[in-house]
């Protein structure tokens, strides 16, 4: 067995503490001159599982990376240093990473210098740290989110000592400025304005892996917004697991209103934001969105469950008739908007009739889309020690019944946009068909249509001509 070398190890009490005041560290990039010799010109691969933020992290690792001299790949077989960025939210998101660790015995064994690396959510948890090192030898590095800013110093040390090394910070986490960065998009760009989540749902990993709730400046984000602007960028995507809670720690009078409003006013085509907590959803935010046409007139607002018992269980700080009232209000001062959410079906003792009142909500908000999930229990969580009495079967069953439910909605939304002409940011050659190109709608509906590659990346006027439910067909509309 190689020996290993734990610099940090994650700490479940420690990643739930919210005691201090996040500090901005500047980034600091100062890499041994072994390392720059050593890493100059090999290549890196990275495979990415989860949400925005672990995407947004996997382009902050290529930049460091970049920098370091390595070139990327998107062939794992030819890679010098790969890197799992993983996602803890549900138990089939840790299978899937599970299997893919597996399928690297076979690469590191004909590749013995690869550098195997395991980073993101599911490492911030310590029995998946023990399995990692008991099940998977051949694993090198493990690090956690707030880890990433010493990823070379970790590949410095592993070259020079050939260990395994374990560095997963659990703590509430600070905000790093100056990264580097290498986009996966030149069109479409995602810019942090907070970091970690103070909610605790009581089913939800993600206040523990990724630390308390902060809030980046102001003016770090708008000079990131202004780049991105004078670099071209057709769409600029706010993250946060909780927009809504933008500036609360700042206390310097900033807002999520204010911040939006702002980057709206630069000249970029579309502004998009992510994730709207229900309760949290202030009227201010409302008026900019009306204000501003390069706001997408799409929000996607999770309600979990349309149950106030099973609601107040999850520990969402709103209730059924909260969550209709605010729909309502936006719907009114904005009639164009479309919704969409999270929801789960199955959390621990949920009745039939709990279930229905999700059903029933769902069908009054008359979402245009939606995700889906069965209740998975995740170690740590409060509601992980709820007994069940509900099997995974009836869960399955409800599951069903409620995406049939949905898709009634789904499909008549879809079903009026045929005919009609609407504005696509092209993305990219459809995956399904090559003679296709994709992108999406500003109500963020994915349309395929014939067209020249040089496209991507523009926004071009489509006349939609088939429903597809989870997707459109349609075609190029010359002016
Ligand atoms: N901050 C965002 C996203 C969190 S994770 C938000 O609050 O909406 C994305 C979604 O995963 C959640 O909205 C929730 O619906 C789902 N989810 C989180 N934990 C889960 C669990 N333990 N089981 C099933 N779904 C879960
Ligand atoms: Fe998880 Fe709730 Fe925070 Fe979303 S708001 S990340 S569901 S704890
Ligand atoms: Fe998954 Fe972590 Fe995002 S748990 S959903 S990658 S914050």
New binding site residues.
């Given amino acids: 067995m190689r020996k290993v070398e734990f610099i940090d190890i994650p700490n479940l009490e420690k990643a739930r503490l919210r005691k201090h005041n996040a500090d901005t560290i500047f980034f600091s990039f100062n890499p041994s001159k072994e390392a720059l010799i050593y890493f100059k010109n090999k290549k890196y691969f990275i495979r990415t599982y989860g ?1 925005q933020s672990n995407i947004r992290d996997e382009e902050t690792m290529s930049g460091i990376l970049d920098k370091l001299g390595m070139i990327k790949t998107y062939n794992e077989n030819e890679a010098d240093v790969a890197i799992l960025n993983t996602c803890a ?2 138990e089939n998101a840790e299978d899937k990473v599970f299997g893919q660790i597996g399928d690297f015995k076979k690469i590191k064994e004909q590749n013995k210098k690869l550098i195997l690396l395991i980073c993101g959510c599911m490492i911030e948890q310590k029995h998946i740290i023990d399995k990692i090192l008991s099940t998977f030898p051949y694993v090198d590095i493990m690090f956690g989110t707030h880890n990433i800013k010493d990823l070379v110093l970790l590949l410095s040390n592993y070259i020079d000592n050939n260990i395994r090394y374990v560095d997963v910070s659990s703590y509430e986490g600070d905000i790093i400025e100056d990264l580097p960065v290498k986009r996966l998009e030149t069109y479409k760009a995602f810019v942090n304005i907070t970091y970690g ?1 103070n909610n605790f749902c009581s ?4 206040p523990y892996t990724r630390g308390k709730e902060r809030s980046r400046s102001e003016e770090e984000i708008l000079k990131e917004c202004e780049e991105l602007v004078k670099k071209g960028y057709k769409e600029i995507t706010l993250l946060g ?2 927009v809504d809670a933008y500036g609360k720690d700042l206390k310097n009078g900033s807002t999520f209103a204010r911040l939006l409003d702002k980057v709206a006013s630069l000249n970029v085509p579309r502004v998009r934001f992510l ?1 709207s ?1 229900p309760s949290d959803f202030k009227d201010e935010v409302i008026d900019v969105i009306a204000k501003h046409s390069n706001i997408m007139k799409f929000i996607h607002l ?1 309600v ?1 469950s349309g149950s106030n018992s099973i609601l107040k269980t999850m520990n969402r700080r709103y209730t059924r008739e909260e969550y209709l009232e605010l729909v309502n209000k936006i719907k009114n001062k904005i009639p164009s908007m479309e919704f969409s959410t ?3 079906v199955g959390f621990p003792n949920e009745s039939y009739e709990e279930f229905l009142d999700t059903v029933s909500l769902a069908r009054e908000v008359h979402y245009t889309s939606a ?1 889906t ?6 170690v740590g969580t409060p509601a992980a020690k709820m007994k069940d009495n509900v099997t995974y079967e009836e869960k399955v069953k409800r599951f069903k019944e409620l995406v049939k439910e949905l898709e009634i909605d789904f499909n008549f939304y879809a079903q009026r946009m045929v005919g009609n002409t609407y504005e696509v940011l092209v993305e990219e050659v459809s995956k399904k068909n090559k003679n296709l190109l994709s992108g999406y709608t500003e109500n963020n509906k994915v349309v395929h249509f014939k067209g020249d590659k040089s496209l991507i990346g523009n926004i071009v006027k489509v006349k939609i001509l088939e429903n597809h439910l989870y997707s459109l067909i349609g075609e190029i509309v010359n002016e």
């Fill in positions: 949400c939210v549900r989540c089913y939800c990993i993600v697991q909780n994730t907590y999770p979990q999270d929801i789960i995700f999930f069965i209740y998975s229990p995740r």
